[in-house]
Nanobody, 121 residues
């Protein structure tokens, strides 16, 4: 089985910073993409930032210049450094990994449990 365990969420004032971490574990052969999505109350889940092997990083326009996604492939961990946070960044942030497990023949998406980020004005 594969697990994605997130940490680092919390409450912060506008203009502050937070760093999220997500570690993947289990019978993982290869990870193609790791990244972060978020869902605010009453809204659809949206891509925040992802890191794809061989394809670089992708960011939502709303976080460009403020958020940075990075990956430690040896540790199977992805990070999201969030600076200059705004109240509209408040959401549940979920880690995603597109990976292939031993014994499988295709990549599958896995999700973390989500971590709350709240930015007060």
């Amino acid at each position: 089985q594969v697990q994605l365990v997130e940490s680092g969420g919390g409450l912060v004032q506008a203009g502050g910073s937070l760093r999220l971490s997500c570690a993947a574990s289990g019978s993982i052969l290869s990870i193609n993409v790791m990244g972060w999505y978020r869902q605010a109350p009453g809204k659809q889940r949206e891509l925040v930032a992802v890191d794809a092997s061989g394809a670089g990083t992708t960011y939502a326009d709303s976080v460009k210049g403020r958020f940075t996604v990075s990956r430690d492939k040896a540790k199977k961990t992805v990070y999201l450094q969030m600076n200059s946070l705004k109240p509209e960044d408040t959401a549940v942030y979920s880690c995603n990994a597109r990976l292939i497990t031993y014994g499988s023949h295709r990549y599958t998406d896995y999700w973390g449990q989500g971590t709350q980020v709240t930015v007060s004005s």
